[in-house]
């Protein structure tokens, strides 16, 4: 399969930072070269780009490696999302945002019903979206970028994560904070971290659990999965306020 070729000029008009939108600026009508099949050539892009980023990172993946795997030109990248760091967003946002938008829609659910959410339903309504995810086509390799953004620069992974699930986390914080009134609201935000930290972990793909526990544990087995990680976590959101434990060498103040 050869190469799509591309007659438009690259946009200088798109912004070194934040996603582009494979659209020309408002106001402003496609020139004569854009290509044909516009969604199926970004979405092309898009998926290859992914998986170079989940396996070399952002500094270690290059333009040209993105567009030998999507089979398209670096000047047609350049087109629809302006740099690497505008495809490096659009990556991460089109997946990470319906991850928030589905989690949002299943608290909605719980909240309409006849009782107040109990602390497990709300677990599982903030982890299942990403694991639903990660049985789709491509969603494993999302799954593997997520935990990955975490290990990237600040000024990369900050404003992504940020953007793409402040206000949902915050949202689902202050639900296990009314269903958890014995807990402070420093107990739930260290909760809710350690919560994150052990799906993006389980989630992405590490194979160390199948190396420890060979034949015993299937962590492909998303029932299987669902089952663990939420009664592990819904475990911990409900134990008692924790006594303080001072750190091992640490000096008592006086």
Known sequence: MSKVQDSAPVADTAPESGPARGRPPRGRRAGPGRPEGTSNVRDQILDAAELEFANLGYAGTSLRNVADRAEVTQALISYYFGSKHGLFEEVFLRRGRKIADERMERLEALRRG????????????????????????????????????????????????????????????????????????????????????????????????????????????????????????????????????????KRKRG
Not at 133 to 161: D, K, V
């Open 114 to 249: 006849p009782t107040p959410p109990a602390v497990r339903d709300i677990v599982y309504a903030f982890l299942m979206p990403a694991l639903a995810m990660r049985e789709t086509e491509g969603g494993r390799t999302f799954m593997r970028l997520q935990a990955r953004l975490h290990t990237e620069p600040p000024e990369i992974s900050y404003r992504l994560r940020n953007e793409a699930y402040d206000a949902s986390t915050r949202i689902f914080a202050a639900a296990l904070k009314e269903a958890l009134p014995h807990l402070s609201e420093r107990d739930v935000y260290w909760r809710m971290t350690l919560m994150i930290g052990a799906y993006l972990y389980a989630f992405s793909d590490t194979h160390r659990l199948e190396e420890l526990a060979p034949g015993i544990c299937n962590p492909g087995d998303p029932d299987e999965i669902i089952t663990e990680i939420s009664s592990f976590v819904s475990a911990g959101m409900l134990a008692p306020v924790p006594d303080p434990v001072r750190a091992p060498g």
